[in-house]
Every structure is written in structure tokens, then in C-alpha cells.
């Protein structure tokens, strides 16, 4: 308990820290932590269904993109979102987020593993096959180009201040997904992935535990989506490719599975190293592929597993030592 509790101190102390350090320190990387808190917030609804539910997700791109798509299309036709009515839009885009994780659901939660894994790359894929080609709603190859962003008292086209926005959904966001893995409910996931069968034989109706996961990390990436488009400013078919699915995802893998905290150090690093590192040198797509490739090899558990293994190996040294100290002994005896 008190472990847990030190933990949530230190990722309190960091969050603060960032929100008091990064308004300080220039326009881009104001804009670069914007975009990775909105983009994290879609690793960690990802990590709601990997690391805790044991679902390996490719097509979390398509409920980024309905809610990019949602909030370009109304701000666009019909100016909505552009005022107070911005939370609105914020409520929509998690409802629609929903509503299609709710649809996909229906047939991919009927699967596992690797059938799982195609079933959602193909639902996914198929979301952006209508982005592609509805032109009339989504612009088609050009995409939607946001006028502006909302205004409701703040002046949120002020980087600044859309940062500190966009920080209090990340936060918030963060808090509601922890509350929700340390729940009964939470808990249960965490049986479904480690051993289903059992879970089954206690009386859990684990279909319904994975599609009620998969309905809120729907939820979540549409928020994600939401946030993106303000951020970004641009919406189109690029929103839903499949790399934004697997970007999502070695994100959480980089950072560490099964921790929250680690698909956001995923999502840092990832942006940090793609959008500043790109700027330093031209072949930084090899420095970040052999970031992910050294993770997997070596570092099974991400970036946050490596406490452990440094515990694990003090451990064993200390074992080691004891064993070579009693076999001195015996020698000399």
C-alpha cells in the first residue's frame, strides 16, 4: 500500500513539475507536449485493453478519427463547438467513440488473439476507407481545416492556454482510467487477462467484462480524437491510418503494459524523438525503430519494468553473495 501510494506521490510531483516547466520553455515545445497529452490519452485508452485486458487492438484509429472527424465536421458546417458548446462537443465525440466501439465490439470481442488483433485492423481500416472516400462530409484525400479553435472566456488560440486545457483532459482522463483499474471491475480484467478460464469457472461473464473495456477505451480514444483536432487544426484520412493504431501501441509497449503511466513515457519519448529528434537528424525513423526493437528484446516490460529488473538482479547478486559466503565458510570448517 504504501508503495502504491509513494508512486501516485511521484507521478503527482512529475505532472506538476511539467505543468509549471513546459509554459516556460518556447512555442514548439508547448505545441509538442499539446500533441503528446492529446495523443496519450488514446496510448492509454489502448493499455486499458492490452495491458489489463490482455486485447491486442489495431483499429483504436478508428474512434480517434470519429471524434477528429465529429469536431471538424461541426465546427466547420454547422460552427458548432467554436463557444461554450465546445464541452458538448467534447460529450459527443466520447458518445461516438462509444457507440462504434459498441458496434465493432459485437464481433471482435468474439475473438482472440491474433483473430482479434485482424478483426479490429480490418473494422479499422474499413473507418478509413468511408474518410477516404465520403467526400462530401470529410474532404476526401484534402481533409477539414479548423477555422479556429473555441472560445468561451479563455483565448484558447493562445498556445499557452489550450495547453493548460488540454492538460486538465489528460489529467482527468488519467485519474478516471486509474480509478477505474484499481475498481472490483478493473480488478476483473486483470483475471480475464491472466487466466480467463477461471475467471469463467468463479461466474464472471468475461465476454461482457472485455466488450464493457472495449466500449471505454472507444470512449476515451474519442476523446483523444477531439483533442487532436484542436491541436492540430487539420483533420483527414491520416488521422485513421494504421500507423496511428500501432503507433498507439508500441507506445504502451515501449512504456511498459499493464501501468498507465507507462503508455504516457511511451508517448513522450515517441513524439519527443519524431518530432524533435527529425529536426537534429535526417535518419531519426532508425533511432526510434531501434528504440522499439531494444525495448522488445530486452526490456519485455517496458521502460517501467526496469525497477524491477534492477531489483530482480540486486536480488540475485545478494543470494549469489550468501551462497558464495556459506561455501567459504564450509571450506574452512
Avoid at 474532404?139 to 481545416?145: H, Y
Avoid at 503507433?247 to 515517441?270: E, F, R
Wanted: hydrophobic letters at 55%.
Amino acid at each position: 500500500m504504501m508503495s502504491q501510494t509513494i508512486k501516485i506521490v511521484v507521478v503527482v510531483l512529475a505532472l506538476v513539475a511539467f505543468v509549471i516547466i513546459v509554459p516556460t520553455s518556447g512555442s514548439f515545445v508547448v505545441l509538442l507536449a499539446t500533441r503528446a497529452m492529446a495523443f496519450a490519452i488514446l496510448a492509454m485508452s489502448v493499455d486499458i485493453l492490452l495491458g489489463f485486458t490482455g486485447l491486442s487492438s489495431l483499429g483504436q484509429a478508428a474512434y480517434f478519427g470519429v471524434g477528429a472527424y465529429l469536431t471538424a465536421v461541426l465546427a466547420t458546417k454547422f460552427h458548432f463547438g467554436l463557444g461554450w458548446d465546445f464541452w458538448l462537443v467534447v460529450v459527443l465525440g466520447m458518445l461516438i467513440g462509444a457507440a462504434l466501439a459498441a458496434v465493432f465490439g459485437l464481433f471482435a470481442i468474439r475473438a482472440g488473439g491474433v483473430y482479434f488483433l485482424m478483426i479490429t485492423l480490418a473494422l479499422g481500416q474499413c473507418v478509413w476507407g468511408l474518410a477516404y472516400r465520403w467526400n462530401s462530409v470529410t474532404g476526401g484525400d484534402n481533409g477539414i481545416n479548423l477555422s479556429g479553435r473555441p472560445s468561451f472566456g479563455l483565448d484558447l488560440s493562445n498556445e499557452v492556454t489550450f495547453f493548460y486545457l488540454v492538460f486538465g483532459f489528460f489529467a482527468a482522463s488519467m485519474a478516471l482510467m486509474y480509478v477505474l483499474i484499481r475498481s472490483p471491475f478493473g480488478r476483473s480484467l486483470v483475471g480475464i487477462r491472466e487466466r480467463e478460464l477461471r475467471m469463467q469457472i468463479l461466474g464472471y461473464n468475461t465476454w461482457l467484462h472485455k466488450y464493457i473495456a472495449f466500449i471505454i477505451a472507444g470512449a476515451f480514444g474519442g476523446l483523444s480524437g477531439v483533442l487532436w483536432a484542436q491541436t492540430n487544426g487539420h483533420v483527414s484520412p491520416e488521422t485513421l491510418v494504421l500507423t496511428t493504431s500501432v503507433d498507439a501501441l508500441l507506445m504502451v509497449v515501449l512504456g511498459g503494459a499493464g501501468t498507465l503511466i507507462g503508455a504516457v513515457i511511451g508517448a513522450a519519448i515517441v513524439f519527443g524523438m519524431r518530432e524533435y529528434l527529425s529536426t537534429l537528424v535526417p535518419w531519426w525513423q532508425y533511432a526510434l525503430g531501434a528504440v522499439y526493437v531494444l525495448t522488445i528484446l530486452y526490456l519485455p516490460s517496458g521502460l517501467m519494468g526496469v525497477p524491477a529488473r534492477i531489483r530482480q538482479a540486486r536480488a540475485n547478486t545478494a543470494a549469489q553473495n550468501v551462497v558464495e559466503a556459506n561455501k567459504e565458510l564450509a571450506t574452512k570448517t
